[in-house]
């Protein structure tokens, strides 16, 4: 029977399918990602990622050669070229922006100045003229053509070779590895605090804690720079540690007061009743048995840290010895955003080493989510 002790229940079979869906949303973008940084400008502008691994069609235009060029054969002036880049088939041409694929590759056409035009298949042009050329930028042809897959890797030598990237990696991990120090030390404390000493307001403190988790960081930033700038911090490292620990602390407080209140209750009565003071059972149980919450946390406050650009922006400075990655990275993108093939590029760099720490912590991540699931108090 269905539901007995020993037999799987159908709802396995769906629960399997969400996850795999769920897993197959997440992986796609970034596939198409990591595909797309591969890609230059025109690839990207002509069509999607998913088409890069089959030839795709492109639409232009290419000028011919001007008066300049023009010899004489048989009375006729002749301007000759070729139209196709390496690599590069024709499907069809035209001389007309309105139908730039009217013709077929071996067709002559006359031009609108009475001129005869012949493309090939191979792209050589032969534009002729019983007159002389009296044109300085040459005849537009509008091109169909097909092109086979192509991958480059200069996107990614233009970001690793960009001016000032090395300063910039100094100065995020300057920032990151503080960041996420801090807010630990700070929270572990406060969280064992909440957890088993008992003092009057600790319900408050706690209701309040979890309230701190729904602000967010936006309103706080302008009154927390004046603060600094009031007491002498100004813009620096100090400042942005304290932001981004004061920012970081909500989560991490109610994270690890949620895992330390399911330990083992008479593991710390037993060291009580042996005399141990509340730093010794902090230090020599606590701390070692709230390990994966505090890698947990550690995962998520360093990933935070590392790809911030507002906080690093409002509390470092924009200067070129100030900027962390994710600012440079911003910069070689242009004033108006557009060159996605170095936007996606720049993903990867940027998120290679927080996949490190990511891929170095993750046997502790789940375990530090779910602890505290079931016991709570």
Known sequence: MEGMAGQKSTLVWAVNISAFLLVLLWTIPTLGLLVSSFRDRDQIASSGWWQSFSASEQTGFVRTGT??????RDGLYVIEGNVLAEGQSLVAWGTRARDPGAHQPGETVETSDGWQLTVAEDGAYVLTSPTPFEMRRGERIFLTTKAPPKFTAANYQRVLTAEGLGRAFMNTLTVTIP???????????????????????????????VGLLVVPLQVALIPLLRMHNEIGIGKGYLGIWL????????????????????????VIESARVDGATEFQIFRRIILPLSFPALASFAIFQFLWVWNDLLVATVFLGNTREQLVMTGVLRELMGSKGGEWEILATSAFISIAVPLAVFFAMQKYLVRGLLAGSVKGG
């Open 179 to 209: 960041a996420t120090v801090i807010p630990i030390l700070i929270a572990a404390f406060a969280a064992y605090a909440l957890a088993w000493m008992r003092f009057p307001g600790r319900a408050l403190l706690t209701a309040a804690v």
């Open 67 to 72: 008066d300049a060029d023009a010899v004489q």
């Open 243 to 266: 932001a981004h620990t004061g920012f970081g602390l909500p989560l991490a407080i109610y994270l690890l007061r949620n895992y330390m209140i399911g330990l083992p209750r008479e």
